[in-house]
């Protein structure tokens, strides 16, 4: 029990918060900070609950250490307070018994690995851990079992969580519980989108692409998200291309963020990561007849986010055998990988995994992501002539005949005629003359 101790000593639930009880009062941590602890695990969020109404102890320690309080749910009495730390952020949630006592309250959580709890009282912490469903014992055999099936049909999202649970701890969804599981996820149709991205995200971006993604279509959760069913095969396709997503991003060896995230696991904001993005848009591409739109609309994505699952989703796979047969280089070739869309970097690791390394030599993609680490500036790569040059020599006034002119000058870097900003300018020289000869005076 030590270790449990040192826990909530860092994050200051003992002793402040159990200064803050009256005498007599109980109130237990329950939930995901005691399964963390029998893992080994640190812990970042703390749940308590009480007989009756928490909400002034959550004030109450929420101004004794400096803590934001707010309310989740004024109806049912729900409340937070987040706290700094030197570990980062905590979360720390009340709420009072969902039924008449503690066992009762207990039997009414989603997964027996989460109906564990621990007494505080206003003298010290009751280190006799509370386990009246067997969680520890399934923890220790790694398995998921749901306190109740009915427990799972009263919140379907709990289908999710369950899946969840079983990708980031490592546990199996054992024959019974994937039953459970598969009959309630038709009610996921009635979850909020901002709710199932939550727990979808946090999928996507764990372990390898088979073990996050196959549950999903095991216990048929993305037809209930989607509202849309897949195509023959469409599962194992959408894992196939998934893998090779992965494959694809070990060997780019890509370099991180200055803040230490791997390129993989840069946040994109929405709790998704750069390969949690990705493996999304193998199953939209592979998985039946799914609306790239309707799902970012249901899922409730981030205007950045939309953009980038439609980009991807809509990616043609031809474009991937162009790159062998170009004759650029340096800018030439991060204008062709500009080209891809907003996002070219991962429209170059989808194309990687979508073409075989016969059609798409790795060799090539590698020169093309350097490219575009060294030439692209602030999400763009500048122009190789400045549009004030072009506007002065060219004696244009129009933006959109400056734009013009640029975007020829960028098909010429791509095709590999121009390479120095000395023959973009001759190039552009040229283009006048051309523009002069032409009768009605437009660009060739």
């Not at 971006?205 to 993604?213: F, I, N, V, Y």
């Not at 090779?244 to 709790?271: M, Q, W, Y």
């Not at 995994?353 to 993609?365: F, I, K, V």
Request: proline fraction near 6%; hydrophobic fraction near 45%.
């Amino acid at each position: 029990m030590d270790r449990l101790r040192n826990m909530l000593e860092e994050a200051r639930v003992i002793p402040e918060l159990t200064r803050q009880l009256p005498a007599g009062q109980p109130c237990y941590l329950v939930g995901g900070a005691l399964r963390d602890w029998l893992l080994g695990r640190c812990a970042a969020d703390f749940d308590f609950t009480t007989p009756d109404d928490p909400t002034p102890l959550a004030k109450r320690w929420a101004d004794a250490t400096g803590g934001r309080w707010f309310m989740l749910d004024d109806e049912r009495a729900y409340s937070r307070v987040v706290l700094r730390s030197a570990a980062g952020i905590l979360t720390y949630d009340f709420t009072p018994f969902r039924g008449p006592d503690l066992l009762a309250d207990l039997a009414l959580r989603d997964f027996t690995i989460n109906s564990l709890a621990l007494c505080l009282n206003a003298a010290s912490a009751d280190w006799r851990l509370l386990d009246p469903l067997g969680g520890a014992a399934d923890l220790a055999a790694r398995r998921l079992r749901p306190c109740a099936v009915e427990n799972l049909a009263s919140d379907p999202l709990r289908v999710i969580k369950g899946v969840r649970h079983a990708v980031t701890l490592e546990l199996t969804i054992e024959p019974a519980a994937a039953v459970a599981l598969r009959a309630a996820a038709a009610g996921l149709a009635r979850i909020p989108g901002e709710r199932l991205l939550v727990e979808l995200a946090a999928i996507l971006k764990e372990g390898p692409s088979r073990t996050a993604l196959s549950p999903l279509f095991d216990l048929e959760i993305w037809p209930a998200v989607c509202g849309v069913s897949g195509s023959p095969g469409g599962a194992e396709a959408a894992l196939a291309l998934a893998e090779r997503i992965d494959e694809v991003c070990v060997e780019a060896s890509l370099p991180g963020s200055a803040d230490g995230e791997t390129f993989n696991g840069v946040p994109l904001g929405d709790g998704l990561t750069r390969l949690a993005m990705l493996r999304l848009s193998a199953v939209v591409r592979t998985w039946g007849h799914l609306c790239p739109e309707a799902l970012a609309t249901r899922l409730c994505l981030s205007r950045s986010n939309r953009r980038r699952l439609m980009s991807l989703a809509t990616l043609a796979e031809a474009r991937g055998r162009e790159l062998a047969e170009l004759s650029c280089s340096g800018r030439g070739l991060a204008q062709w990988a500009a080209a891809l869309g907003p996002f070219p970097t991962e429209a170059l690791l989808l194309l990687a995994a979508l073409n075989p390394s016969t059609q798409m030599p790795r060799n090539h993609l590698s020169a093309a992501l350097a490219a575009l680490r060294r030439y692209c500036l602030d999400g763009r790569i500048p122009d190789l002539v400045d549009g004030d040059w072009v506007r002065r020599h060219l004696h244009l006034s129009q933006g959109a005949d400056i734009g013009n002119c640029l975007d020829l000058l960028r098909l010429e870097e791509i095709s590999g005629r121009v390479n120095t900003a000395e023959e973009g300018r001759k190039f552009l020289i040229s283009l006048r003359e051309k523009m002069i000869d032409n009768q009605r005076g437009e660009p060739l």
